[in-house]
């Protein structure tokens, strides 16, 4: 879809989000990007700081769940391209407060869908997980046709995206696609996620909460691999497809901390084992044969570099990890658009 050139990003001042809008103005000059935020407790307008004034890129604060302000956008900017970041996405949180993420990721995803048809957007490309497919044993790996088995309330709201996606492909001949990847990392990720939180623990040396005896696996993929995948998705992928994403690189979340601790040169007695988080998949792993095949995408950060480079990024950015813990991020959004903010 490289007729595509003003595209609709949503959550585009989340971890993902952000590295993708950065991705994006620097490889696509053609590419206008308008970034639709609700700036929720983990959007962070300070990641997009050296954005905000860049010709082709427009910020607009606003949340996917209010049906007329996303109608105006893609109206206004005359939005051809759709990409939908914007979600709830921390399992903990959707366990203690499920309606949240069903409200945005199911019903936020049904207000851009149908507005996008409204409108005759060209191509609406959904932004996944692999937690919809439930849990793995020791062994095998997550197909596309791997059928949907979500275990938290987050991935079962993920899930239900993903049908109203395909559903909108079948019923009305929509142009969509979807990705799901597997666990990312790298820079601006929110405190609150697994490899930051360890990192900014371990920096102060405070306890490292792993839950129960470490044994989870996820598959890990740094994120430019991630932001890489979605644009050749959404430039080459076929209608109505779903493209896995994978980093080929699991780890434990016990060998994960422990190479963070290593490459800290921080005592492993820092570890502290809490009780097990509820309904914990044992393992994700992710089959990416679809990518490399139809659209001739690899990973190509292994996770010894990718991690390396992610704690020198949080070591380099003290100012922004503070930041985000104290809300400052959200001051600087006052003191850039007013306290109406650029909701148009």
């Known amino acids: 879809m490289q007729d595509c050139r003003r595209i609709l990003i949503t959550g585009g001042a989340g971890f993902i989000g952000v590295n993708f809008v950065r991705q994006l103005l620097a490889d696509e000059p053609d590419v206008t990007v308008v970034n639709l935020d609700a700036l929720t407790y983990a959007g962070n307008l300070a990641s997009l700081a050296d954005c905000l004034q860049h010709p082709r890129h427009r910020f607009v604060r ?3 769940g209010n049906s007329e302000l ?57 932004v996944s997980t692999d937690e919809v497919y439930g849990s793995l044993g020791a062994e095998g790996f997550f197909t596309e046709t791997t059928p949907l088995s979500p275990n938290s309330p987050y991935s079962a709201s993920k899930a239900g995206a993903d049908h109203l996606v395909h559903a909108f492909h079948h019923t009305f001949g929509m142009d969509t696609v979807i990705t799901r990847c597997s666990n990312n990392y790298g820079a601006y990720q929110f405190p609150e996620k697994l490899i930051p939180l360890m990192i900014k623990r371990a920096l102060a040396d405070e306890p490292l909460p792993v839950y129960g005896d470490g044994s989870n696996v996820r598959d890990w993929i740094h994120v430019s691999d991630h932001c890489r995948a979605i644009w050749a998705v959404f430039a080459k992928g076929a209608p109505g497809e779903v493209y896995n994403v994978g980093g080929n690189s699991e780890r434990t979340n016990l060998q994960v901390v422990k190479t963070i601790l290593a490459l800290l040169d921080k005592p492993e007695s820092l570890i502290s084992f809490v009780k097990d988080r509820l309904g914990h998949d044992l393992r994700y792993a992710i089959d990416a044969s679809k990518m490399k095949e ?51």
Not at 89 to 104: C, L, N
Request: cysteine-free.
């Open 62 to 64: 606003g949340n996917i």
């Open 70 to 126: 996303v109608r105006h956008v893609i109206r206004e900017h005359k939005i051809d391209g759709i990409i939908n970041f914007a979600a709830e996405s921390h399992v903990d949180r959707s366990i203690a407060a499920p309606g949240v993420f069903v409200d945005t990721n199911v019903g936020g995803t049904l207000n851009l869908l149908a507005a996008a048809r409204e409108a005759g957007v060209r191509r609406f490309l959904q």
């Open 294 to 344: 139809e659209l001739g995408w690899t990973p190509q950060v292994p996770f010894d570099e990718g991690i390396r480079r992610t704690i020198d990024w949080y070591l380099a950015n003290g100012d922004w990890v503070a930041q985000v813990a104290s809300g400052e991020y959200q001051k600087y959004f006052e003191e850039m658009y007013g306290t109406r903010g650029a909701a148009e």
